[in-house]
């Protein structure tokens, strides 16, 4: 039989299958999938095959191979550092949810989300939410991100998730499609779907008012079918993003303004740092590449974890 995985557990996974019915299964034996090392070798998105296993009045569906993934986004996974952990596959799009404060989102989130993103063909929308509930000063600093990033290429969209605005234009976007919602916990994303499918009553929990941070409501990816044609996965609220098994001449492929850049520099291995006559360094001193952008990547080439912040500045926090 086969079926596409709607939710992930760790040992369990829920499978639609063809007919339209949902199956509890699990993976036979030891389940690698072409050398990736994952936590989770079958991910919410898989297109699977499974076999039905009769135990006494119960059907459990025993999972046996996956079909090739369009793409899929990954990262390091929490606990084990060495290990990574697929978050969804064969999506047709990503809404990264941002917020400027209540929790911050730092551009340096926002980039290592991009860059994966970017190595994997996930296209990314960045949705900034909250926007009723900012001062005139932030708004201006949520504008000036959004101008940032759609000068690269992405789209930026500003949204209310709570009072509505510009969710219709979400909810066009998603008709026909396979999407994620990611972002900290505490962005709206459950308010989002909830504002988008209100039958589905996600659920959603307050703003811790001592660190500012989001409550964790979402413990499982899991994809929910929607009214209008569309499908959402739903994901766990997510503290820092690790790149994973990028050598870091390959990163800045992965920034599409400095790709750009790249032909114009002297040296077809520059990586943009201390070579001379070096194309990305003459546009950031041109102010034609974003600093926070460029002291991003620096992190990254330089592996560093997601340990500071950087702001819309370009300066660490």
């Not at 980039?111 to 009723?132: C, G, H, M, Q, S």
């Not at 026909?176 to 308010?191: D, E, I, L, R």
């Not at 974003?290 to 990254?300: A, F, G, H, T, V």
Request: one cysteine or more; charged letters at 25%; hydrophobic letters at 35%.
């Amino acid at each position: 039989m086969e079926g596409k995985v709607y939710k992930s557990t760790g040992s369990w996974y829920t499978v639609k299958g063809a007919d339209g019915t949902f199956y509890e299964c699990r993976i036979k034996g030891k389940f690698r999938i072409k050398g990736i090392k994952s936590t989770n070798p079958i991910a919410v998105g898989d297109h699977v095959h499974f076999e039905l296993d009769e135990k006494g009045d119960e059907k459990v569906g025993v999972i046996h191979s996956i079909e090739d993934r369009k793409n899929y986004i990954i990262r390091k996974s929490v606990n084990l550092s060495k290990q990574t952990h697929i978050i969804a596959a064969n999506l047709d799009q990503v809404f990264l949810l941002i917020t400027l404060n209540n929790p911050i989102t730092y551009t340096i989130f926002i980039d290592r989300f991009l860059v994966t993103a970017e190595a994997y063909d996930v296209p990314v929308v960045l949705v900034f939410n909250k926007i009723d509930t900012y001062t005139e000063e932030e708004k201006n600093e949520i504008k000036f991100l959004a101008t940032l990033y759609r000068e690269i290429g992405y789209t930026c969209i500003g949204i209310s998730a709570k009072t509505g605005k510009n969710v219709d234009k979400i909810k066009e976007m998603m008709k026909g499609k396979t999407s994620m919602f990611s972002g900290h916990s505490g962005v709206g994303k459950s308010t989002l779907i909830n504002a988008i499918e209100p039958n589905l009553e996600i659920k959603t929990a307050e703003i811790s008012q001592q660190h500012l941070q989001g409550q964790h409501t979402t413990t499982f990816a899991e994809m929910f079918d929607l009214s209008f044609g569309a499908q959402i996965i739903d994901t766990p609220g997510i503290k820092g993003f690790g790149i994973v098994d990028m050598e870091k001449e390959e990163i800045g492929d992965y920034f599409p303004e400095l790709f750009e850049l790249k032909q114009d520099c002297k040296f077809n291995n520059c990586i943009h740092v201390d070579e001379p006559h070096c194309a990305v360094k003459r546009a950031l001193e041109a102010g034609k590449v974003s600093w926070s952008r460029y002291k991003s990547y620096l992190q990254m080439v330089n592996g560093e974890e997601d340990t500071y912040r950087i702001d819309m500045y370009g300066e660490k926090k």
